[in-house]
């Protein structure tokens, strides 16, 4: 077992990095304090290959494994992580077309996905399904035959990250029965500006300001039948494949985040004075940043160990996921609050980045499913096995 990066690995990470500092860092209070969705820096982001990290490189993607790309999310994260965010969930959309799109579909579309001249949303949650996503009600019914089938879709999504502002929606409807649970859902691919969609209010959040969020409702939205993904019926198991690499990277922005507060923290304890020495000869205050590290490091080398699992196709690879995604955001979102409160008053300004941290640290305990959903999936998944001495 090797922890230590190839050269590959270390030149993705350091174009990363330098694309964060110039690019996201800079920049992210304003996007923050103003609700700039940056989408001139998303296409850069593009230029990088950013939008298209585990395309195949047939498909113009660049082809890196789920661990290669933990690698440049946490840079980019470090630099803003509401905006990073969302190019996770661009990514995944691009992932959902890269795969499970007809060719047709995928040519007018990918290239300039992954380019990031065009942006993607990935639209499952509704108002009444988030945890239990299985009892979506927006349903998608099928209408005529051969080259005029299409489907029409009716019903409403929300917390959609993007919407309103992005040019693709991959929508999951219902096309069997009402209650034909997890086995009667559909993928679409969905044109933004399709007839019948209308977009909700700008929703106020608490972090993420970044990226826009907004419900989505569709009232007779036609789409030709080749804009289904994958065949009927597969489309939750889609979005629940596609849920494994989104927990990997809301747990990876969260380490990112993590390592620029823990890094601003130790900044701060070596320059600040009080009772006439350094904050970091308080051994109390010694002993937090210890935690913090140690903290720091262990939820990275849990999530690129669920990311290696899920690059070989490992069976247990859903749980290792839930798991590294659980004590990823919890502690990442631990790591950023300790280093508010080391700085005391100060932590809590705008004028210092750890409060926003926090804020955006936050909803990532709550997305790509809940924390508690995710002590649920290990739970389970535990309880199945007949020992328990094969974990690693």
Request: charged fraction near 25%; aromatic fraction near 6%.
């Amino acid at each position: 077992m090797n922890f230590e990066l190839d050269n590959d690995q270390q030149a993705y990470r350091e174009a990363a990095r330098r694309f964060s500092r110039q690019e996201l860092a800079p920049n992210a209070a304003d996007w923050d304090a103003n609700d700039v969705f940056p989408v001139e820096t998303l296409r850069r982001a593009g230029d990088m290959g950013f939008c298209g990290l585990c395309i195949p490189e047939a498909h113009g993607g660049l082809g890196l494994s789920r661990l290669d790309a933990t690698l440049i999310i946490e840079e980019l994260a470090r630099g803003c992580t509401a905006t990073t965010a969302f190019l996770t969930i661009h990514n995944m959309v691009n992932g959902i077309l890269s795969r499970y799109a007809t060719d047709a579909v995928r040519e007018a579309w990918l290239p300039a996905m992954i380019a990031g001249e065009k942006l993607g949303s990935y639209c499952l949650t509704e108002p009444g399904a988030g945890s239990d996503a299985a009892s979506l009600r927006t349903r998608a019914r099928r209408e005529g035959d051969g080259d005029h089938a299409s489907y029409v879709i009716d019903g409403s999504k929300m917390f959609i990250s993007g919407a309103g502002s992005t040019q693709l929606l991959v929508v999951m409807a219902r096309t069997g029965e009402p209650d034909s649970g997890a086995d009667g859902i559909s993928a679409f691919a969905v044109p933004a500006d399709s007839p019948g969609i209308e977009y909700g209010k700008h929703e106020e959040k608490m972090g993420w300001r970044s990226q826009p969020t907004r419900a989505v409702s569709f009232d007779g939205v036609r789409v030709p039948a080749d804009h289904r993904l994958g065949k009927e019926g597969e489309g939750f198991r889609i979005a629940m494949q596609a849920l494994d690499g989104g927990r990997i990277n809301i747990a990876t922005c969260s380490v990112g985040t993590a390592q620029a507060a823990l890094e601003t923290a130790h900044r701060y304890l070596e320059t600040r004075e009080q009772f006439g020495k350094p904050l970091a000869s308080f051994q109390a205050l010694q002993f937090k940043l210890a935690d913090m590290a140690t903290q720091l490091v262990a939820a990275r080398q849990m999530v690129r160990l669920a990311a290696s699992k899920l690059d070989r196709n490992d069976p247990d690879a859903t749980l290792y996921c839930a798991m590294a995604k659980r004590f990823a955001t919890d502690e990442g979102f631990t790591i950023c609050n300790d280093a508010l409160q080391l700085h005391g008053g100060y932590g809590y300004l705008r004028d210092y980045p750890l409060e926003r941290h926090v804020r955006d640290c936050r909803v990532h305990q709550i997305l790509e499913g809940t924390n508690e959903i995710m002590r649920l999936v290990v739970a389970r998944r535990l309880l199945a096995k007949e020992d328990l001495e094969n974990l690693s």
